[in-house]
C-alpha cells in the first residue's frame, strides 16, 4: 500500500532532551516535506526536501533539523526540545512529476514537550 | 506566494451543496489552485487543483472565473462526513508547491 509512515505517533519528553521524529514514504518521491499544526494557525510548513541531499527552510525553521541521506527517508531531528514545540507534527511526499503534484501526508505526530 | 482567504467557517445540512470560495488576488501567471480537506488529527487530503474555468472530479467542482482572482470549491449533496477542514493553496507547480502556505481553512460543519 503507498503510504507515508511517522514513528512515533505520540511522544511526551522533557526540555532539552534531543528526539527524532521518523517520516518514510513507499512511492518513491522525490519530494518530501515536515509541517507543524498549532490551533488557530493552520499547517506551516518547517523544511522540505527536493531531493537526496537537497533540503531547505520552510516558514518555520528555527529549532529544527532535517536529513535526507535517502530517497524514502526524511526525518526530523529537535537537537533541544522547549515546550512551543509541543504541536501535532505531519510528513508530506510528492512524486512531483504528477499532473497535479499533489502531497500525500502521513497520519500525524503529536510530540508535547514538558 | 500568493496569500488566500478563505471564510472561517460555514454550516450546512446533510444533502445540500455547499460552495466555499477562496480569494487570491495577486495570484501570479503560473500559480495553480489546489484545495485539500482535513478531519481531526490527520493529515490534509488532496481534493483538487485547477488553472482557469472548470474542474470537476468525483469528489468536487473547482470554479475558477477569468481574472482567476478567487476560486469556488463546490461539494454536492454533502454528508455528514464531509465535516472537515477545507484548505485552499495557491501556488506555482513548477517552483512554489515546494513551499506550500496553508492558510487556517474553512471549518465545514454538516449538521443532520
Known amino acids: 500500500e503507498a503510504q507515508v509512515t511517522q514513528n512515533p505517533r505520540y511522544l511526551i519528553t522533557v526540555t532539552g532532551k534531543k528526539l527524532t521524529v521518523t517520516c518514510s514514504q513507499n512511492?518513491?518521491?522525490?519530494?518530501m516535506s515536515w509541517y507543524r499544526q498549532d490551533p488557530g494557525l493552520g499547517l506551516r510548513q518547517i523544511y522540505y526536501s527536493m531531493n537526496v541531499e537537497v533540503t531547505d527552510k520552510g516558514d518555520v525553521p528555527e529549532g529544527y533539523k532535517v536529513s535526507r541521506k535517502e530517497k524514502r527517508n526524511f526525518p526530523l531531528i529537535l537537537e533541544s526540545p522547549s515546550p512551543n514545540q509541543t504541536s501535532l507534527y505531519f510528513c508530506a511526499s510528492s512524486p512531483r512529476t504528477s499532473a497535479t503534484d499533489t502531497q500525500y501526508f502521513g497520519p500525524g505526530t503529536r510530540l508535547t514537550v514538558l | 506566494l500568493a496569500k488566500t482567504t478563505q471564510p472561517i467557517s460555514m454550516d450546512s445540512y446533510e444533502g445540500q451543496e455547499v460552495n466555499i470560495t477562496c480569494s487570491h488576488n495577486?495570484?501570479?501567471?503560473?500559480?495553480?489552485i489546489t484545495w485539500y480537506q482535513q478531519f481531526p488529527s490527520q493529515g490534509p487530503r488532496f481534493i483538487i487543483q485547477g488553472y482557469k474555468t472548470k474542474v470537476t472530479n468525483e469528489v468536487a467542482s473547482l470554479f475558477i472565473p477569468a481574472d482567476r482572482k478567487s476560486s469556488t470549491l463546490s461539494l454536492p449533496r454533502v454528508s455528514l462526513s464531509d465535516t472537515a477542514v477545507y484548505y485552499c493553496l495557491v501556488g506555482d507547480r513548477g517552483t512554489g508547491f515546494q513551499k506550500l502556505v496553508f492558510g487556517t481553512g474553512t471549518r465545514l460543519l454538516v449538521s443532520p
Open positions: 512511492m518513491n518521491h522525490e519530494y
Open positions: 495577486n495570484i501570479a501567471t503560473n500559480d495553480y
